[in-house]
């Protein structure tokens, strides 16, 4: 999709419930998905604003996600209200403005979906994580956003991208482009190809132990990328973000692609292989942080399912990169032509090295699950 200008953004805006008016857009973010604006108020006594468009190539039922994200921070503010007597609600989940049809997004004529949140000032995000401090607080985010949406009734999610982090359905979708050869480039990639082989059987223990009724569904955030939690200047957490992909989902999903994300030293498309290495203090404070607020109410089973879910996240992201890559870059935005491929080889540099390191990871769970009961 081509990107907005900003005559295109001020007219989609004035769609709007807004208080005050458009003063500016700017382009916002790193997704590789939708598009985001910061979209500036005229008065300075009003609130900015972020809107987005959803790619609803990717989200098919646009109207489906956004009533998941309405159920959802709705809920999560009644929480905040109830058991933190918080005054500042606002501040703790996400807050979409209605279009002045009453609902929560608006459909242009070109048929593309956009919506509006109240924009939270004096924060930032994280895409590499440096301090102990940060990845505590982002675990106790992280654990009190899946506390909190513990009692919601799932059934009243739809599910919005089937299957999604359901590694035999990504393997199989891999199996159609190495089939399909679409953009030729299948000849360069055999060695990650038989990397993605060797793994195959080892990466479907979470969905064996689903399968077997050994694992609960909860509902799941599902895009735990670190530089989904919101910061304030302090350095605490703040809102927790990007809630498209929220649907029912193993607890292993949330922890280990937050993790895929933190405890890594370099960007998650990072070229230099050496430079990808694990920041065990900073891993080890996430788990406490995230345990701290959910061991108490998870089975060992499911306790130890998280530690396989640190290297399943990693592969996954790889794996989808290395998909993209050999269909012809179709799915996920990119700088340049090899990106997709550069983004895989990282990821799957990275499970290597969580591979080596899957004793000492297990030990820090199992101790922060016990130290958070
Ligand atoms: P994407 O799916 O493209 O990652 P996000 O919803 O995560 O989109 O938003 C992209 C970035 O915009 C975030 O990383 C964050 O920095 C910023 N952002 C998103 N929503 C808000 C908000 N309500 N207030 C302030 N910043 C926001
Ligand atoms: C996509 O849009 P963004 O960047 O938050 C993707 C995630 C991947 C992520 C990798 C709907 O998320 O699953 O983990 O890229 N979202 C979708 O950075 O596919
Ligand atoms: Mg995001």
């Avoid at 190539?57 to 109830?82: C, Q």
């Avoid at 109240?118 to 440096?130: A, I, N």
């Avoid at 654990?143 to 919005?160: E, H, I, M, P, T």
Wanted: charged share 20%; proline share 3%; net charge negative.
């Amino acid at each position: 999709m081509k990107a907005a200008n900003l005559e295109e953004v001020a007219a989609i805006v004035a769609n709007f419930e807004i208080n005050g008016g458009f003063s500016d857009a700017v382009p916002f973010g790193s997704g590789h998905i939708n598009d985001t604006y910061r979209i500036t108020n005229s008065y300075a006594a009003c609130p900015d604003y972020v809107l987005q468009r959803v790619n609803h190539e990717i989200f098919k039922n646009v109207p489906a996600l956004i009533d998941n994200i309405s159920y959802v921070t709705d809920h999560l503010r009644n929480k905040f209200s109830t058991l933190m007597g918080s005054a500042n609600v606002g501040d703790r989940a996400l807050t979409l403005i209605p279009a002045k049809s009453g609902q929560y997004y608006y459909q242009d004529a070109k048929g593309q979906y956009w919506r509006l949140y109240l924009f939270l000032p004096d924060t930032r995000s994280y895409d590499v994580v440096t301090t102990t401090q940060q990845a505590l607080e982002g675990g106790k985010a992280l654990g009190q956003f899946q506390n909190y949406l513990a009692d919601l009734d799932v059934s009243k999610l739809s599910v919005v991208l089937p299957d999604f982090h359901n590694i035999n359905f990504r393997l199989k979708q891999f199996a159609e482009a190495i089939q399909n050869n679409a953009a030729g480039r299948l000849d360069e990639v055999a060695a990650e190809v038989a990397f993605v082989r060797a793994r195959e059987h080892g990466m479907g223990e979470i969905e064996r132990l689903g399968d077997a009724g050994k694992l609960p569904l909860r509902v799941t955030h599902n895009d735990t990328k670190f530089n989904n939690i919101l910061f304030d200047a302090n350095d605490r957490a703040q809102c927790i973000i990007d809630l498209d992909t929220i649907m029912p989902g193993y607890m292993a999903f949330d922890f280990g692609d937050a993790v895929r994300t933190l405890i890594n030293t370099a960007p998650e498309d990072e070229p230099d292989l050496d430079k990808i290495q694990l920041n065990i203090p900073v891993f080890k404070a996430f788990a406490q942080g995230f345990l701290g607020q959910t061991a108490s109410y998870m089975s060992t089973t499911e306790l130890r399912s998280l530690t396989l879910g640190i290297t399943l996240l990693p592969f996954i992201m790889g794996l989808r990169f290395l998909t993209d890559y050999i269909n012809g870059d179709t799915y996920y935005k990119t700088a340049f032509p090899a990106h997709n491929l550069q983004r895989a080889r990282a990821q799957f540099n990275l499970v290597e090295k969580l591979e080596k390191a899957h004793h000492q990871l297990y030990a820090i769970v199992m101790h922060a699950a016990e130290v958070g009961m």
